[in-house]
């Protein structure tokens, strides 16, 4: 069977839910555009500040996406087979996960932008409060440290491919630094020069890709800089992004946050439309090379993973009622909010497009074969070179494909990275009663 016959189909399920119960959940919340958001009632530009919904999109899109829908359905469709983690991912993500997050996004704007862990602490003890929000913050610093190790271990070492072509993690670190500046300069040119969004995308946009073809010629390698072993420096590289966690989650939301988030989400629609065509081409033109491989099923339990219920829910999270999602929907993305018909594509539909990103993760491992050794990888390599090999069929070289993958899934994590930090800054000063930028600097570090 053709992976067209798993692609398309999800693609069109997705795009009806949208366009069917997006519509009911929207009269069902009774969304009211006359009903200004705390963005323009609160706005400082700062944390609070009302921008085009193009631009939010992009931004929460990328914030809630990070790895989870790349590692999460790698590993359950490796361990479960692909079958039951498709299923999951589908009516998860349209009855569960997109509902919650849209549901998360309303209540905060409708309680001044308040956190999640705000707007319940009017139904909760003083104490059941303080625990709840103790737990949201270690459940943060949970998220940057397994985030930063990850994107960490993308800067170190090197991938040899198939047709022995190499991809070095000192390349994927300077595209990805090169990548940070990028949104900085956008974000000037936008607030200063008043370049419209439209243009400034078609400029920033393009440059992305020359930083991601630029790495692999001028690749930044740590550990050959300083003399030290691959695993060194992968721990120097950890620590080099935190720093950069506490000046992004200091800085105002538009010089890097926004812009940031903006191509991040856009780098993501490019990720899906170039594995869809290049799944398309292979189809048509390469004979057998986008047929699923891989056992729809496996088992109910692996020694690995465990058993399928439960943790095929919780492995794949885009679907979940996921905490992490109502943090961002009521962190930052709420101080966002132009208007409240927003939230329907803001809050259900990045949850749904989160789930074709998973899908086409998905598929990375449904054309390998059971017995392939590539299913022993690490997911963010899984998902490199499944996409190298999608892109191949465009005419991009597969060494850049797997690099382009690689920058995408360390773009995803940056956003993460800064947004979970400044919930976690929110969440001190909440505790602790810190304020002023003196305590803001204090509760970020």
Same mark, same amino acid.
């Given at each position: 069977?053709?992976?067209?016959?798993?692609?398309? +189909?999800?693609? #069109?399920?997705?795009?009806?839910? @949208? %366009?069917? @119960?997006?519509?009911?959940?929207?009269?069902?919340?009774?969304?009211?555009?006359?009903?200004?958001?705390?963005?323009?009632?609160?706005?400082?530009? #700062?944390?609070?500040?009302?921008?085009?919904?193009?631009?939010?999109?992009?931004?929460?899109?990328?914030?809630?996406?990070?790895?989870?829908?790349?590692?999460?359905?790698?590993?359950?469709?490796?361990?479960?087979?692909?079958?039951?983690?498709?299923?999951?991912?589908?009516?998860?993500?349209?009855?569960?996960?997109?509902?919650?997050?849209? *549901?998360?996004?309303?209540? *905060?704007?409708?309680?001044?932008?308040?956190?999640?862990?705000?707007?319940?602490? &009017?139904?909760?003890?003083?104490?059941? /409060?303080?625990?709840?929000?103790?737990?949201?913050?270690?459940? !943060?610093? /949970?998220?940057?440290?397994?985030?930063?190790?990850?994107?960490?271990?993308?800067?170190?070492?090197?991938?040899?491919?198939?047709?022995?072509?190499?991809?070095?993690? $000192?390349?994927?670190?300077?595209?990805?630094?090169?990548?940070?500046?990028?949104?900085?300069?956008?974000?000037?040119?936008?607030? @200063?020069?008043?370049?419209?969004?439209?243009?400034?995308?078609?400029?920033?946009?393009?440059?992305?890709?020359?930083?991601?073809?630029?790495?692999? %010629?001028?690749?930044?390698?740590?550990?050959?800089?300083?003399?030290?072993? &691959?695993?060194?420096?992968?721990?120097?590289?950890?620590?080099?992004?935190?720093? @950069?966690?506490?000046?992004?989650?200091?800085?105002?939301?538009?010089?890097?946050?926004?812009?940031?988030?903006?191509?991040?989400?856009?780098?993501?629609?490019?990720?899906?439309?170039? =594995? =869809?065509?290049? !799944?398309?081409?292979?189809?048509?033109?390469?004979?057998?090379?986008?047929?699923?491989?891989? +056992?729809?099923?496996?088992?109910?339990?692996?020694?690995?993973?465990?058993?399928?219920?439960?943790?095929?829910?919780?492995?794949?999270?885009?679907?979940?009622?996921? $905490?992490?999602? *109502?943090?961002?929907?009521?962190?930052?993305?709420?101080?966002?909010? %132009?208007?409240?018909? &927003?939230?329907?594509?803001?809050?259900?539909?990045?949850?749904?497009?989160?789930?074709?990103?998973? #899908?086409?993760?998905?598929?990375?491992?449904? #054309?390998?074969?059971?017995? &392939?050794? %590539?299913?022993?990888?690490?997911?963010?390599?899984? /998902?490199?070179?499944?996409?190298?090999?999608?892109?191949?069929?465009?005419?991009?070289?597969?060494?850049?494909?797997?690099?382009?993958?690689?920058?995408?899934?360390?773009?995803?994590?940056?956003?993460?990275?800064?947004?979970?930090?400044? !919930?976690?800054? /929110?969440?001190?000063?909440?505790?602790?009663?810190?304020?002023?930028?003196?305590?803001?600097?204090?509760?970020?570090?």
């Amino acid at each position: 069977m053709s992976l067209l016959a798993i692609l398309v +189909p999800s693609g #069109v399920v997705l795009a009806l839910a @949208y %366009r069917i @119960y997006g519509r009911v959940l929207a009269r069902l919340f009774r969304l009211d555009d006359a009903a200004p958001t705390p963005a323009v009632t609160l706005r400082d530009d #700062v944390d609070y500040e009302p921008i085009a919904p193009q631009l939010l999109m992009g931004q929460h899109f990328s914030a809630i996406a990070a790895a989870g829908p790349i590692v999460g359905p790698i590993l359950a469709g490796v361990a479960f087979g692909w079958l039951p983690a498709l299923a999951w991912i589908l009516i998860g993500s349209i009855f569960i996960g997109g509902v919650h997050d849209f *549901s998360a996004l309303v209540a *905060s704007i409708r309680h001044k932008a308040r956190s999640i862990a705000e707007v319940v602490r &009017d139904h909760m003890s003083r104490r059941a /409060y303080v625990l709840f929000l103790s737990f949201v913050w270690i459940a !943060l610093v /949970y998220i940057i440290v397994a985030f930063t190790d990850i994107t960490a271990s993308s800067f170190v070492g090197r991938q040899t491919l198939e047709n022995g072509e190499t991809v070095s993690g $000192g390349g994927i670190a300077t595209s990805s630094l090169l990548y940070l500046v990028l949104p900085i300069v956008m974000g000037f040119c936008m607030r @200063y020069l008043k370049i419209p969004l439209w243009l400034a995308t078609a400029v920033f946009l393009p440059l992305v890709g020359v930083a991601i073809w630029g790495g692999q %010629r001028m690749p930044f390698d740590l550990g050959q800089a300083l003399g030290t072993s &691959d695993l060194a420096a992968q721990k120097i590289w950890g620590v080099l992004l935190l720093v @950069y966690c506490v000046g992004a989650a200091m800085v105002p939301m538009w010089m890097l946050l926004q812009p940031r988030g903006h191509l991040g989400g856009c780098f993501l629609y490019v990720a899906l439309a170039g =594995a =869809a065509i290049g !799944l398309v081409l292979s189809d048509r033109l390469v004979a057998g090379d986008a047929t699923i491989r891989y +056992p729809a099923f496996t088992a109910w339990q692996t020694a690995k993973a465990g058993d399928l219920i439960p943790m095929l829910f919780i492995t794949i999270a885009c679907g979940a009622c996921s $905490g992490f999602h *109502s943090l961002i929907a009521s962190g930052t993305t709420s101080k966002q909010l %132009r208007r409240e018909t &927003d939230a329907r594509p803001i809050g259900y539909g990045t949850m749904l497009l989160e789930a074709m990103v998973a #899908v086409v993760s998905l598929c990375c491992v449904m #054309v390998l074969a059971g017995g &392939d050794e %590539r299913v022993n990888q690490p997911p963010n390599f899984i /998902y490199a070179l499944g996409m190298g090999r999608f892109l191949e069929i465009l005419g991009v070289p597969t060494a850049i494909g797997v690099s382009f993958a690689l920058t995408a899934f360390t773009t995803f994590v940056y956003d993460t990275l800064d947004v979970c930090t400044r !919930l976690g800054r /929110y969440i001190v000063q909440e505790l602790t009663g810190l304020s002023g930028r003196a305590g803001a600097w204090l509760g970020t570090v």
